[in-house]
């Protein structure tokens, strides 16, 4: 569903992003460890095509991003550290509007409020203005948008950073939900539980460089961390 | 499922709730709103009182004509009459150079008077001068200023909050998003203007024994256009310089830069280059060189030498007194029309260079889209100076017909030395009624191209740059 084939990314000489191949399935979700400056967010930023490679190919439902840069969105979610919502609007409004801009036109407000209730987001709630919502109110808004535009793979920037644990655990729930949906996911995120309790795969990244790929499955925590650190120190 | 159009309404809808939610959207429209209305009132009282004015006071200029005592018809010619300058029904939204230049004149022999009546000289303090907020001046001024304050933001402070990166990842097209808060911007504006605009023609329409037929329909219709494309350069110009600029701040400063540029520094300096460049004698200097040439009698002296000689030779007669025609008459009428051409060309320079002034107002619409919709708006307003012109010519044209009816009522009556003829009632009324229709708008519009070819030039730049600013939209 995500491709990346020898995918680089230099801005005036440096690199941000060296030959990165990756494919991430439906029903995948890999999470991108490494500190900042690593690649993570270059990564997804090339997969939105809100950046040109240098070289080589960002591919989504096996279409290269940068020559099917409309279509392509049209499979993709994106949800950002921080979901930025018109705040003066209701959470409702803001739904049916990002769906409507995703092509959705013909969504009645019984099939929005579907989707607050899939994430888990009050139907009151989304009667008031997003000026009121705390982070993980937005952030559920953000995969409400996801789910309502049927989107096939999810790109997430640090979606959990800042969330309080119970927000961020409910917000990992939602993604397996998604995943076990058979939506593919990349997530670039520094939290090495999350990425341990969230994906299927974990991509170690330093110095624009994937260095590790691991299964989640095949690793603890304590290993997890070990192998984390100890590529950041080499 | 994917309706470009559905689309468009989706974006337009979103930025006017967004608008109408937001205080500071709704004090700036609401004050426009007021100012629009109160001008609007204001001038809509001063076209009802000074149309009333000057139906009265034309009517009470012909009942004095015909209520003049006997007299000789050169002394009628000399009683003279007033005439008034009809108010154009748009004078409502822009009074143009009326308060400047005179609502009536007086016509009499001889003499081809200016203007009186001037409302800018007549006001009695400074205040009431320069204070006139008219509706053209909301419309030019204030509306650009609205439509800055409504689109400043619209791209540059989306990318701010961060909700451009999130509308961009949705793969919707940067001309659809264009469209679509141009719409928005659009249709907030609307908000505030539609109502005026009704309340405005419904207020007339009301107010007249003719209803609806009261509004003049084509020349309202062709002001809303000019103005439509005035708004839509502006709204354009708005949205591509936000698409466009780093920060909204950044955004704000251009265009209200712009907005000064267009609403106070171009105006000011392309009137004083329009002087410079084609400048207009003073009141003193013009009435010593027309009194100059109209003093030199060289040439009606040979005329009417020539003339007597011809009549007495065809009458077979040696004196004045046995022609069986009054040669007083034709003295007078060969004067009169021995001045004729001293006016035409005497008021006719004056005129024309008030005219090449306008049009190098008018080329000043390359940098300033105001002074294109100014003088369009003035022009289908009917208070432009080529109306103004048209007025005076047709005014004095009345007056020729005057001297013309009271110098051929002489001819046919001789007199001997010592005798006057003596005319009443029925000269005078043979003399029509001044009436004076104001040409089409067809005719004003005519006046302008170079206004609407600059005002359309405009829009068409205007649009290409959010089609090439949207282009470039980043997240």
Sequence with gaps: MLEAVNLSKSYNGTVALRDLNLQIQPGEVLCLLGANGAGKTTTINLFLNFTKPSSGLAKVKGLDVTEHPIETKRYIAYIPEQVMLYKNLTGLENLGYFTALAGHTDYGRERLLECFDQVGLAREAAQHRVATYSKGMRQKVGIAIALAKKAEALLLDEPTSGLDPKASNEFSTLIRKMSEAGVATLMATHDLFRAKESGTRVGIMKHGSLVATLHTGEVGHADLERIYLEHMHE | ?475
Excluded: C
Excluded at chain 2, 101 to 122: C, M, S, T, W
Excluded at chain 2, 406 to 419: F, Q, R, S, W, Y
């Design chain 2, 1 to 475: 499922m994917n309706n470009p159009s559905r689309m468009i309404i989706s974006i337009a809808k979103k930025e006017m709730t967004e608008m109408f939610r937001d205080g500071r959207f709704r004090l700036a429209s609401g004050i426009v709103a007021v100012l629009l209305l109160a001008s609007l009132a204001a001038g809509w009282k001063q076209y009802g009182d000074l149309k009333n004015q000057h139906e009265t006071a034309q009517k009470a200029e012909r009942y004095n004509w015909l209520g003049q005592t006997p007299k000789n018809p050169h002394q009628g010619a000399h009683y003279g009459v007033y005439a008034f300058k009809p108010k154009s029904q748009l004078s409502i939204v822009d009074t143009g150079v009326d308060p400047y230049i005179g609502v009536a004149v007086y016509l009499e022999a001889h003499k081809q008077n200016e203007f009186k009546f001037r409302p800018a000289q007549d006001a009695a303090t400074s205040i009431q001068r320069f204070g006139e907020l008219t509706a053209a001046v909301v419309l030019q001024i204030l509306i650009p200023l609205l439509i800055i304050l409504l689109a400043f933001s619209s791209f540059a402070g989306e990318r701010e909050q961060g909700t451009l990166r999130q509308l961009l990842s949705l793969g919707v097209e940067r001309s659809r998003l264009a469209a679509g808060k141009a719409l928005g911007v659009a249709g907030a504006l609307a908000a505030v203007l539609v109502p005026a605009t009704l309340i405005g023609v419904l207020t007339l329409a009301l107010t007249s024994s003719k209803g609806l037929l009261a509004v003049d329909v084509s020349r309202t219709i062709l002001m809303i256009g000019a103005y439509g494309l005035y708004f839509l350069i502006f709204l354009s110009l708005s949205l591509a310089v936000s698409a466009l600029s780093s920060s909204s701040r950044v955004a704000l400063v251009v265009l209200l830069s712009f907005w000064i540029l267009n609403g106070l520094i171009a105006t000011r300096t392309f009137s004083d280059l329009a002087g410079f460049l084609h400048p207009t004698p003073s009141e003193v200097e013009f009435d010593t060189a027309l009194q100059r040439d109209l003093e030199d009698t060289r040439e009606l002296n040979a005329r009417l030498d020539e003339i007597k000689s011809g009549l007495f030779q065809k009458y077979g007669v040696s004196k004045l007194d046995d022609l069986p025609i009054n040669f007083r008459a034709i003295s007078l009428q060969q004067a009169e029309e021995l001045n004729y051409t001293k006016f035409e060309k005497h008021f006719g320079d004056v005129f024309d260079r008030f005219e090449q002034q306008n049009g190098i107002y008018q080329l000043g619409a390359a940098v300033a889209p105001l002074l294109a919709v100014r003088s369009l708006s003035m022009g289908l307003a009917g208070t432009d100076f080529a109306h103004h012109r048209d007025f005076t010519t047709a005014a004095e044209n009345y007056r020729r017909t005057i001297v013309r009816y009271m110098n051929d009522d002489i001819l046919v009556h001789p007199t001997k030395a010592g005798e006057e003829y003596i005319a009443g009632s029925e000269l005078w009324k043979t003399v029509p009624e001044f009436q004076y229709e104001a040409p089409g708008p067809l005719w004003a519009l005519s006046r302008y191209k170079t206004s609407i070819v600059l005002l359309i030039v405009w829009l068409a730049a205007a649009a290409a740059a959010v089609v090439f600013a949207a282009r470039r939209i980043q997240a």
